[in-house]
Nanobody
């Protein structure tokens, strides 16, 4: 079994910054791609940023230039640095990881429990 734990959410004023972290633990052989998603009330969950095992990032147009995703493969951790935050960034942010598990070396997808980000105007 694999667990993903997000941290770093909170309340911040518009223009401020937050750094989210996603820590993976459990029966991990290797972590493939990881993504940060968000879901605002009444809206569908959307991909905010993703990163490959090799560290290549991709971003939603709405966050390009403001968010930076990074990973530390040795620590099984992925970060999302969010700057110039806007009220429309308010959402629950979820970490999603594709993991090769030790039990059978198959690729499985896991989600964290989410962390709330609230940006006040």
């Amino acid at each position: 079994q694999v667990q993903l734990v997000e941290s770093g959410g909170g309340l911040v004023q518009a223009g401020g910054s937050l750094r989210l972290s996603c820590a993976a633990s459990g029966s991990i052989f290797s972590i493939n791609a990881v993504g940060w998603y968000r879901q605002a009330p009444g809206k569908q969950r959307e991909l905010v940023a993703g990163i490959t095992h090799g560290g290549s990032p991709n971003y939603a147009d709405s966050v390009k230039g403001r968010f930076t995703i990074s990973r530390d493969n040795a620590k099984n951790t992925v970060h999302l640095q969010m700057s110039s935050l806007k009220p429309e960034d308010t959402a629950v942010y979820y970490c999603n990881a594709n993991v090769y598990v030790l039990s059978d070396f198959t690729l499985k997808t896991y989600w964290g429990q989410g962390t709330q980000v609230t940006v006040s105007s």
